[in-house]
């Protein structure tokens, strides 16, 4: 059974281009958020097996989603979003559960090896 993400990122563009990636791998993407808040909601609503989340967005920021979202569900797999140069960021989510982080502009190999790897 293909498994079920939940993109999170406040750029449509962003979001596409992932579901794409995704999409083309074999993955079913079940939602899409726009800020931190919607992804909580979502994630709740539609338990998926793994959520792909913007470190920067308005709102709530994806830290803090990442952390409302491991009080629902502590085994709850979160790819973090990031673009150049947010390297405390990353550590931060890291430290708050993260699983794996992905960098923009996203390259499709990266991208397919942090789903497989946190999706095991």
Known sequence: M??????TDDA??????L????????YD???????????????????????????TMPEMDGIQALKEIKKIDANARVIM???MGQKTMVIDAVQ??????????FQPDRVIEALSKVAA
């Open 2 to 7: 293909a498994k079920r993400i939940l993109i």
């Open 96 to 105: 708050s559960g993260a699983k794996d982080f992905i960098v923009k502009p």
């Open 29 to 55: 993407v079940v939602g899409e958020a726009t800020n931190g808040a919607e992804a909580v909601k979502l994630y709740e609503q539609l338990k998926p097996d793994v959520v792909t989340m913007d470190i």
């Open 19 to 26: 579901k794409k990636i995704l999409t083309e791998a074999g």
């Open 12 to 17: 449509l563009f962003m979001r596409v281009t």
């Open 81 to 83: 979003c990031t673009a």
